[in-house]
């Protein structure tokens, strides 16, 4: 399918080549899903330690899915309108500095 092909849910893809902001973006998802894991902390010791740490899998899973959503929206937005202009590169910046 080439960049000016519409497809069936309606909009027209920009193309399928990755920009360096969008491989700067995806390393910033993949920082932040790094921090996640490393917060979980250290192995438990004990059968009470590992109980305490299987009652955080589901705010960890929650996490995880905020993350994974945040990612998807974003990679859909950047194959729909495909902006590099001097406004959006700021605003993606600033937006990957939140996270």
Do not use: N
Not at 7 to 25: A, K
Not at 58 to 63: D, G, I, K, R, S
Not at 78 to 96: H, I, K, N
């Amino acid at each position: 399918m080439g960049a000016s092909e519409q497809r069936s849910d309606g909009f027209r893809e920009r193309g399928r080549e990755v920009t360096r902001l969008e491989t700067f973006v995806d390393a910033a998802f993949a920082f932040a899903v790094t921090l996640l894991v490393i917060a979980t902390g250290s192995l438990p010791e004990s059968v009470a330690d590992l109980v305490h740490a299987l009652e955080r899998i589901p705010a960890f899973v929650a996490a995880f899915a905020l993350i994974a959503v945040f990612w998807s929206a974003h990679d859909t937005w950047s194959r729909r309108y495909g902006l590099a202009d001097r406004t959006t590169t700021c605003s993606r910046c600033c937006w990957c500095s939140s996270c």
